[in-house]
């Protein structure tokens, strides 16, 4: 990773550690309440990085978790082709968000899964709030799965 200084102002802003720290720990604490307490796969922080971030992806979300993943799939292949180079392109902003919410406890790692220790906040607004929002749909999303390496498929993104 670049440094700060080096860094675009927009690419600093919009993929700082926090704000990426937090997507995946609302995705991680929604994922544990949906799935009856099992814990998100780490490597999930991959896919809702760029499934939250990519503005037209998070637009295009279904409003709730009754749309089953592989009809969202279907729907949006054009959205869906493009996902397994943004993981890639996003995956040292999600490693740097990772250790930043390790760092500062909004995750912790159990049994190589993560649990989000995030509070739940109605007082935010704006673009970040879609973001948050989006997160904890995706973490109820994929908890729906038994098995996340058919999420991992759906998506078309290797771990």
């Known amino acids: ?41 780490w490597p999930m922080a991959f896919v809702v990085a760029p499934l939250v971030l990519h503005r037209p992806t998070r637009q ?16 949006h292949p054009a959205l869906v082709a493009g996902l397994a180079a943004r993981s890639t392109s996003l995956a040292p ?6 250790r930043f919410g390790l760092r500062h406890q909004m995750l912790t790692i159990e049994q ?17 709030a879609d973001l948050i929002k ?7 999303w994929t908890a729906k799965s038994d098995n996340p390496s058919t999420v991992f498929a759906l998506l078309g993104v290797r771990p």
């Open 60 to 75: 295009a979300l279904p409003t709730s978790t009754r749309t089953h993943l592989t009809n969202w799939v279907a729907d």
């Open 1 to 41: 990773m670049p440094s700060w200084t080096q860094r675009p102002q927009a690419s600093a802003a919009f993929l700082n550690p926090a704000l990426v720290a937090a997507v995946a720990a609302t995705a991680a604490r929604d994922y544990e309440r949906e799935a009856s307490g099992r814990l998100m796969p």
């Open 112 to 128: 190589g899964s993560l649990r989000g220790r995030i509070p739940s906040t109605s007082r935010i607004e704006g673009e970040l």
């Open 134 to 140: 989006a997160a904890s749909l995706i973490g109820r």
């Open 93 to 98: 902003s999600v490693r740097e968000g990772l």
